[in-house]
């Protein structure tokens, strides 16, 4: 059965109406019952950080959008809190864009790892790569870390890969082995290419996502799941791959984008690690599950801003957008 998106009335706190007509939108309604599994409900009963506190690791002299964007994705997705570790020269960049995220500024420091520790023990899961840029100090720093996780196994959580932290996996191809929590990854389709030209062995202008998606998947094991963005997200984990949704967002391609699929995705894999264990009753997996709401998710926010702003959509646009889009996929089934 699938959920059509189409004459959807919104109510707006300004006490208005808001009528969009959705005609692509096209997504399972069995998958996303299933998200009510690890979706948390809200209570008064519970405490700030309950809902999942994020780390999100990124930002540069260069770049200080993407991990904001990231970060506020994750925000308005529903989790608590949002830790960003970034290098010095963007913590005032990203400090002035709002007050909502805690900003730790010490990726650039040599004895970075020895601040960011403290830290690991609060939080539940972390984003690595918006904006991270390739310094080498950050590189070091953001390997020593992913190795202390993977060797101790108390300490181990939830992580997604996007943007520059691709270009650290490149640098270090086993990084991720025996990496005891899941782990996602959000290549775009050139991300993919060098992922598999490094992994598989295969030249880039060999790569093909039908034919070398599944083996990069099986290759990396199954504690990885992989969501290749492009016009229909693809999900892949160990030897199964599954189209996400038929939900096609819409043509702007404005910046951003990306860095708010990666932060939704963050605050899902959290409560999807949080929540009980359960047995999906569809063909995907509790994580192909993940990536797939966040992929409508991001997509649905996406063609709703779209409606409404057309070719001068920005990603802030999209980001206004997630909490109605959250309330038809996940609470209006």
């Known amino acids: 059965m699938f959920l059509y998106i189409s004459s959807i009335t919104l109510c707006l706190s300004c006490g208005g109406v808001y009528s969009v007509n959705y005609t692509s939108g096209k997504a399972d309604k069995a998958v996303l019952e299933e998200c009510k599994n690890f979706i948390p409900h809200l209570s008064t009963k519970q405490h700030k950080g309950d809902r999942g506190r994020i780390g999100v690791f990124g930002g540069s002299e260069e770049y200080t959008g993407p991990p904001y964007f990231g970060a506020m994705a994750s925000l308005r997705t ?45 939080i539940h899961g972390v984003l690595i790569g918006p904006g991270l840029g390739r310094n080498e100090t950050v590189v070091k720093n953001i390997v020593k870390m992913i190795g202390f996780l993977k060797e101790d196994v108390n300490s181990a959580i939830p992580m997604v890969f996007d943007a520059d932290a691709f270009y650290i996996m490149y640098s270090n191809p086993e990084l991720l082995q025996e990496y005891p929590k899941q782990v996602y990854l959000t290549p775009n389709y050139e991300e993919f290419r060098q992922l598999v030209s490094v992994v ?23 504690k990885v799941t992989i969501v290749l963005k492009g016009k229909v997200d693809k999900i ?16 702007r391609r404005c910046g951003g984008q990306g860095d708010m699929l990666a932060g939704c995705l ?6 999807q690690d949080m929540a009980e264990t359960w047995r999906p009753q569809v063909h995907l997996t509790q994580e192909q599950i993940v990536g797939y709401a966040a992929s409508a998710l991001l997509k649905l926010a996406n063609e709703m801003a ?5 070719r001068s959509l920005i990603a802030s646009d999209i980001l206004s ?4 889009a959250f309330d038809i996929l996940f609470d209006e089934l």
């Open 78 to 122: 529903g989790t608590d809190m949002v830790y960003l570790f970034c290098a010095s020269p963007a913590a005032i960049p990203i400090k002035s864009y709002g007050p909502e995220l805690m900003v730790l500024p010490c990726l650039d420091s040599k004895h970075a790892f020895s601040k960011i520790k403290p830290w690991l023990e609060r």
């Open 200 to 222: 598989l062995g295969i030249s880039q202008n060999s790569v093909n996502p039908h034919e070398h998606l599944k083996a990069l998947a099986e290759k990396l094991g199954p």
């Open 236 to 251: 892949a984990q160990g030897d199964s791959v599954v189209t996400s949704n038929k939900m096609t967002g819409s043509p």
């Open 266 to 271: 963050a605050a899902l894999a959290v409560w």
């Open 306 to 310: 779209y409606k409404e702003k057309g």
């Open 321 to 324: 957008k997630l909490h109605p």
